[in-house]
């Protein structure tokens, strides 16, 4: 976790002092309610950002702080109002439009958007990348000059057609990168693309250099996507979805 909030602050200094974690008491709380032992990576989460994730994950229009976690469990779970599937702990919950987001607490470790007890949606195949793809798009590409959105027309999945863009593009793609979410970069632009399965897909293309993000732009529009906007620090609502 220490990598990860150091990468934040190259882009984002002062992250370090807006997050707050949660004591161990109050993780070992949660881990008995949810009846499953927590994953080790998300232990080392909540113990830097249990209370006050800096917008990382909460950004979302969802709640992952421990207090939170804990009413639902409480007040939702062990009431029979709802329900987690049995291989999974409860991570973030929301509202309408995102219920929860389950982790897999053993196994793949995978990370779904969820809701009675279903999971519905892959958000990724391990929370350490769910976290610093949201990091590469919270603090990485959000507050470079020039910048473009793009989305694509239905829902065909595009994912390698992105994958040759970003090959074509010389831009090197980052371990993070997975089937649902890919973020590359070069020297002078980078590129974060997401598609959840059975969804429209969304691209956007950021840098320093605006001859750069024009090139990567070019080769974008031989693909199913249409451009939506120029925009400083603007992301759609799918960002995080």
């Excluded at 080790?40 to 994730?53: A, K």
Aim: hydrophobic share 35%.
């Amino acid at each position: 976790m220490e990598k990860l909030i150091s990468y934040i602050e190259q882009h984002d200094p002062g992250f370090a002092r807006r997050i707050r974690g949660a004591t161990p008491d109050e993780i070992d709380s949660l881990e008995e309610t949810a009846g499953h032992p927590l994953p080790p990576d998300y232990r080392r989460f909540l113990s830097v950002m249990g209370h006050d994730d800096g917008q990382l994950f909460s950004q979302e229009g969802i709640s992952t702080d421990v207090p939170s976690l804990l009413s639902f469990y409480r007040e939702s779970v062990a009431t029979g109002e709802n329900s987690v599937p049995e291989d999974c702990i409860v991570i973030a919950v929301g509202c309408a439009v995102i219920e929860q987001v389950y982790l897999e607490h053993d196994g793949l470790g995978r990370v779904f958007e969820g809701g009675e007890g279903e999971k519905f949606s892959l958000w990724a195949k391990s929370f350490r990348n769910r976290l610093y793809q949201n990091a590469y798009m919270a603090h990485r590409q959000r507050w470079l000059p020039h910048a473009v959105m793009y989305n694509s027309t239905d829902q065909t999945n595009l994912s390698e057609d992105v994958r040759a863009v970003v090959r074509s593009a010389g831009l090197l793609e980052l371990d993070f990168s997975e089937s649902v979410t890919i973020c590359a970069e070069s020297s002078s632009a980078t590129l974060a693309f997401r598609q959840i399965t059975g969804e429209t897909a969304w691209v956007r293309v950021a840098g320093m250099d605006e001859a750069a993000v024009n090139d990567v732009s070019r080769r974008l529009m031989n693909i199913r996507v249409e451009r939506q906007f120029d925009a400083h620090g603007s992301y759609p609502f799918s960002r995080f979805r």
